[in-house]
């Protein structure tokens, strides 16, 4: 269809422009501008030959050619044209235009042959190359018949001449369009079905393509939901892909909680809209789209609860909410909003149905895998200590962190007792295995030794009983442990170890130091086992760490590496606990989630200043023994005589106990004990925010009385703000006392 | 954590109980060592002898314990007395408050034992 015929711009390759119809206008043009002179010419020609002798039925034929052209392009025009063959118009114009020429007496021409010719080269010339040929032949003939008729005198007169031509014209013009138009037409036609064709292929082949679109698109929302991700993860994800695809401005889920209300789970692109926004069954376009079970869409503007507030403030204008059903179960509702003008629609809802289906499997799934997570989670934490003890002289602090990578919950556990006399019992396990199982086995573990260590047993006594329990239990389990026993009065540790990492000593100069000795097999594995302790020098002003391999071990390097990482990032760190376990942390673990779960426990011994003392301790009595331990190692650089010490630890004690007993309300308060040491000179000073009062009960002041009999100088200052008991003794005062 | 305080009892040939407290006694475990040391003391028995002799720490609220003690004893017509050697530390204590003004405080359970049979006879 290159040859087009760029005879108007209102059609092109024979089709209507502007009706999408075939056109005919072309070929009248055409038959106007070429033919018809060239056909007039040549019946002039005929008729100059023919010498006036026409016959009348030349005139009948005539008026019957001028009829069948009228009604040939009647039809033509009409758009009825295919509804006679063209076959059959060829055929009439052949016979007509015969019978016009024997009848018009043209006599003995020696062209007059030629003539017949005329109407078959019309049909032929339905192609601009035929055109050109017959205008080419009707030329040279009229050149031809002009030069006769030139030559020959007494023609008839020139207006029959133009007469007659017109009427032949118009005959051979109403014989000739016709089959041009149907031509055309039938061309036409066969290129409107061929373009058809293509129109219904593209459209096919894009069907095809928008379903594999929307294929693509739901993988592309859906696919992440495959991967094991958290709740949060996993509806950040699909929100951010939800945007992606459907080219949403902001997108919500909403996540039905038990009581049926939904609460705003996770957001994308929206301000101002906390998760858990609750919105109650049924309330608001999120209530509706639950209720409906269907997707809605809603302009912004028309709805008033909090979350579509939030989307209209974002500028939203089209809002589509889709339930997310599992069962036939609403368990939320997804929302999207689109602003600029964009309207959300039928095609958009289609596809988030879909993705929603999708969505809402790994929605619950989600919330069962973190339901379950959470339960061990729980229970591991519930076996670990809530919070340390407060040990006067011993500063302490632990850290847990569960491994990320596959979510699993460990049997990592730790401990800190306050033990009989002046020890303090420092442990920390490891059980082999993982989940509900490991915690149990933990839980167990950390039960006996507790009861073991209580019992005062020794670090190797205690780890040969644990071992005896761990052969004892149901299930067959290894696990390691590490328990030591630190006595801070004598400034010793006794520690025995069962395949545990090796505790960490870090001196007040800093230096670290692995502690190798006291070490045998893990627990669970030899019921004979007997376990060794060892006993190593405790300054005050050093530090132990204790830790699980989770963070000596890392992917692609030895234990042995490890360890000697951790030694030297621990040289120099003898310094409070909290601090130092997390500068560990970071140090060894890095920004990367452990491997394993991790636990940390540093304890530092503070080292008492010679001169002076300063205690902070909460208001309860089972502060006093501790206070006493504390005294008597901070008196131990002065040497006081057995009852020096006595007579001090009593004393200070009763005023403690005074304090303890001050303090009422629902707020934890604490007392403060400041000492002294000047020359032989020991002065506390123990204060607290009560106001002062003799002790209830049958004490009848006996407290009082011993604090001034026991020491030189008893003062009490009471004030509104409390309560100041300053007690003073000189050593060597009384001798024989 | 609170003061540990160790109660070992035995009874002589009179039904005497004789009870050694090792340990120590304030105010965070004085109530619970009363209370164990009141069950100890069954109906039959004379009365009790308190062994302090391996007691390393004793204020007020021991002291305030010990009457008590003596006090509820007394009720059930049973009677109470204290060893404690002389020169332990915390003998003081003891003195401060004028311990035997209100119960007899003798330095050894033999002692103590021949006072309450005596005073029972």
């Known amino acids: ?737 | 954590m609170s003061a540990q305080a160790d109660i070992h009892t035995t009874s002589d040939a009179h039904g005497v109980v004789i009870a050694r407290i090792a340990g120590e006694i304030d105010t965070s475990n004085a109530a619970g060592v009363g209370d164990r040391l009141t069950a100890a003391v069954p109906n039959t028995a004379p009365g009790m002898v308190l062994d302090l002799s391996e007691l390393s720490y004793v204020d007020s609220s021991g002291v305030e314990l010990l009457f008590r003690l003596g006090e509820r004893l007394e009720d059930r017509r049973q009677r109470l007395a204290v060893a404690l050697p002389e020169g332990a530390p915390i003998a003081r204590v003891f003195e401060i408050v004028r311990f035997r003004e209100k119960l007899p405080l003798v330095g050894s359970v033999a002692e103590a034992g021949v006072l309450l049979r005596g005073d029972s006879l």
């Open chain 1, 1 to 737: 269809m290159i040859e087009a015929r760029e005879f108007g711009v209102r059609e092109r390759n024979g089709i209507d422009l502007e009706t999408g119809e075939p056109a005919v206008s072309g070929a009248v043009r055409e038959l106007a501008v070429v033919r018809v002179p060239v056909l007039v010419l040549a019946l002039l020609a005929v008729e100059v030959m023919a010498d006036g002798a026409t016959h009348d039925l030349f005139y009948y034929l005539l008026a019957a050619g001028g009829l069948f052209a009228a009604g040939a392009l009647w039809l033509a025009f009409s758009g009825r044209g295919p509804a006679l063959p063209w076959v059959l118009y060829v055929g009439i114009d052949i016979v007509l235009l015969s019978a016009l020429l024997y009848t018009s007496g043209g006599g003995d021409s020696p062209i007059r042959p030629l003539f017949v010719l005329l109407p078959l080269i019309g049909v032929l010339s339905y192609s601009r190359y035929w055109t050109a040929v017959v205008g080419c032949i009707a030329l040279l003939d009229f050149l031809v018949v002009a030069a006769i008729h030139s030559a020959a005198e007494g023609g008839p007169s020139v207006a029959s001449i133009v007469v007659f031509s017109l009427f032949i014209g118009l005959g051979t013009l109403g014989a000739t369009l016709p089959v041009h138009a149907v031509a055309q037409r039938q061309r036409a036609k066969a290129e409107l079905e061929q373009r058809a064709n293509l129109l219904a292929e593209q459209a096919a082949r894009a069907q095809a393509e928008a379903v594999a679109e929307t294929v693509g698109k739901l993988q592309r929302i859906t696919d992440v939901t495959l991967s094991q991700l958290s709740l949060e993860e996993l509806l950040r994800e699909v929100l951010g892909r939800i945007g992606d695809v459907i080219h949403s401005d902001a997108a919500a889920v909403l996540v039905a909680a038990d009581d049926l209300t939904l609460r705003a789970s996770c957001t994308a692109g929206l301000n101002g809209v906390r998760n858990g926004t609750r919105l109650e069954a049924g309330q608001g376009f999120p209530g509706r789209v639950a209720q409906a079970r269907e997707p809605i869409t809603t302009a912004a503007r028309a709805e008033e609860d909090e979350l579509s507030l939030a989307f209209t403030e974002q500028g939203a204008s089209s809002l589509l909410g889709v339930p997310l059903t599992v069962d036939e179960r609403v368990i939320g509702v997804l929302i999207v909003g689109a602003g600029d003008g964009r309207e959300l629609g039928q095609v958009d809802a289609d596809l988030l149905r879909l993705a929603a289906d999708r969505i809402a499997l790994a929605i619950q799934r989600a919330q069962l895998y973190e339901r379950e997570h959470f339960a061990a989670q729980t229970f591991q934490r519930s076996l670990l200590p809530e919070r340390l003890p407060e040990i006067p002289g011993l500063m302490v602090a632990a850290r847990y962190m569960p491994a990320r990578e596959e979510a699993k919950v460990g049997g990592d556990w730790y401990d800190v007792l306050e033990l009989p006399g002046d020890a303090v019992g420092l442990a920390m396990g490891d059980v082999v295995s993982h989940g509900i199982r490991a915690a149990s086995i933990m839980g167990q573990i950390r039960s006996a030794m507790r009861a073991y260590a209580f019992d005062d047993e020794s670090p190797g006594d205690t780890l040969t009983k644990l071992n005896a329990v761990m052969r004892g239990l149901d299930q067959r389990e290894t696990a390691t442990a590490v328990y030591l026993a630190l006595d801070l009065a004598e400034r010793t540790l006794c520690l025995a170890s069962a395949g545990h990492p090796p505790p960490l000593l870090i001196d007040p100069a800093g230096s670290a130091e692995l502690l190798e000795a006291g070490r045998s097999v893990p627990l669970g594995v030899d019921a004979g086992t007997r376990y060794p302790e060892a006993v190593e020098r405790l300054e005050p002003g050093s530090t132990i760490l204790l830790y699980t391999d989770g963070l000596v071990e890392r992917r692609g390097s030895s234990l042995n590496e490890g360890l000697e990482r951790l030694v030297s990032e621990a040289t120099g760190q003898s310094a409070e606990p909290g601090p130092l376990c997390d500068r560990l942390i970071g140090a060894l673990l890095g920004d990367q989630p452990p491997l394993d779960d991790v636990a940390v426990l540093a304890a530092h011994v503070v080292s008492v200043p010679e001169e002076r003392l300063e205690l902070e301790l909460p208001c309860r009595p089972s502060t006093l023994a501790p206070l006493r331990r504390t005294l008597q190692h901070w008196l131990s650089g002065v040497r006081p005589s057995g009852d020096e010490l006595q007579d001090i630890l009593v004393a200070v004690s009763e005023a403690a106990s005074n304090a303890i007993e001050h303090a009422y309300g629902p707020v934890e308060a604490s007392y403060r004990v400041e000492g002294r040491l000047a020359g032989d000179r020991v002065s506390v000073t123990v204060t607290d925010s009560g106001s002062w009062r003799e002790r209830r009960g049958l004490d009848r002041g006996r407290g009082t009385a011993l604090m001034r009999g026991l020491m030189d100088g008893f003062e009490v200052y009471p004030s509104e703000a409390g309560t100041v008991v300053q007690l003073e003794r000189r050593l060597g005062s009384r001798t024989g006392a």
